[in-house]
C-alpha cells in the first residue's frame, strides 16, 4: 500500500488559516478517491473531507462546511485541506487517506492507504 506524507501542520490562533498538503507516491493518485480525517485526543478518528479522483465531486462533514476547502493537482500527486477560521475544536491529529474503489467517497471503510499524520493545534 501507499504511504501517504502530510505536511503543513502546526499552532494557530483561533480564527486563523492553515494549509495540509499530502503526497501521494504512485501512478494510481489520479484514479484514487483522496480524504482527510482527524482525531482529537480521546476521541474516534472522524472523516473530515473527501474529493473524487478527478476533483469534481467533494464532500464535508458538517462540522467544517464553509471552513475548511479540499482540493487536489493530479499533475503533481498533491491534495490539499484549506482550514480557515479554525476554531479550538478543531484540534486533532489530521490524516489523508487515498482509496482507488470510487465508493470511498461515501464509504470511509473503504480507505487502505494513510499517512502518518500531521498535528493541527488551535488555541482560544
Known amino acids: 500500500q501507499e504511504q501517504l506524507v502530510e505536511s503543513g501542520g502546526g499552532l494557530v490562533q483561533a480564527g486563523g488559516s492553515l494549509r495540509l498538503s499530502c503526497t501521494v507516491p504512485?501512478?494510481?493518485?489520479?484514479?484514487?478517491?483522496m480524504a482527510w480525517f482527524r482525531q482529537a485526543p480521546g476521541k474516534e478518528r472522524e472523516f473530515v473531507a473527501g474529493?473524487?479522483?478527478?476533483?469534481?465531486?467533494?464532500r464535508y462533514a458538517d462540522s467544517v462546511k464553509g471552513r475548511f476547502t479540499i482540493s487536489r493537482d493530479n499533475d503533481k500527486n498533491i491534495g490539499f485541506l484549506q482550514m480557515d477560521s479554525l476554531k479550538p475544536e478543531d484540534t486533532a491529529v489530521y490524516y489523508c487517506?487515498?482509496?482507488?474503489?470510487?465508493?470511498?467517497?461515501?464509504?470511509?471503510?473503504?480507505?487502505?492507504?494513510w499517512g502518518q499524520g500531521t498535528q493541527v493545534t488551535v488555541s482560544s
Open positions: 487517506a487515498a482509496s482507488t474503489d470510487y465508493r470511498s467517497l461515501y464509504n470511509v471503510g473503504l480507505f487502505a492507504s
Open positions: 474529493i473524487s479522483s478527478s476533483g469534481v465531486t467533494t
Open positions: 504512485g501512478r494510481s493518485f489520479r484514479f484514487s478517491v
